[in-house]
């Protein structure tokens, strides 16, 4: 995708620019294939630049690629923490994915940054599945802790009663038990 340790130079962004314009020309017009491959030329040029990333995640999300999507804005999301634009596009492909959690906590953090309709459209649509989903882990999770804890407690139990059976055993005076000697008696034939 580009270096993003290379010295990006005045020339290079003009070049990024370029392709960042003719990219929005292509989706405009239509083609995505060809608007995901000059931003990629863009991104290129300018590795570092955070808006060109979540520019070519929103074309992965009309080219149906939302894998594609998180990938890009998580790049963003490196470059710039801040980037609104990046957390909505991401929470965007999640939700496509059917990852209503991620998908809620990112359009928050979308709405949060900077506010914009659309974000807060797609969290009202994907917040009654991410509160449904969350609500069963907890219940599932606190489930899992009550028998972790069940066994434990009836480990314990199994152990203090094999130590107050060992106390016991150990506190009786030992009788020794004699089992008959055997006489043999031996008959001699006369």
Known sequence: MGDPSIEVTEDMEEASSQKRTEAMEALSSGELEKAIALFTEAIEQNPRSA??????????????????AIRDCS?????????ATAYKWRGRAHRLLG????????????CRLDYD?????????VTPNATKLAEHNRKYER??????????????RKAREAQ?????VSSQPQIEKHKPERLYIQFYLF
Do not use: C, F, G
């Open 51 to 68: 808006l060109l990333h979540a520019k070519r995640a929103s074309v992965y999300i009309k080219a149906k690629r939302p894998v594609a």
């Open 75 to 83: 790049k963003a999301i490196d470059l710039n923490k801040d980037n």
């Open 99 to 110: 990852h209503w959690e991620e998908a809620s906590h990112d359009l928050q953090m979308a």
């Open 117 to 125: 309709d659309q974000a807060n459209e797609w969290l009202k649509e």
């Open 143 to 156: 489930k899992r802790e009550e028998r972790e804890l069940k066994v434990k407690t009836e480990r314990i």
């Open 164 to 168: 107050a059976k060992a106390r016991q």
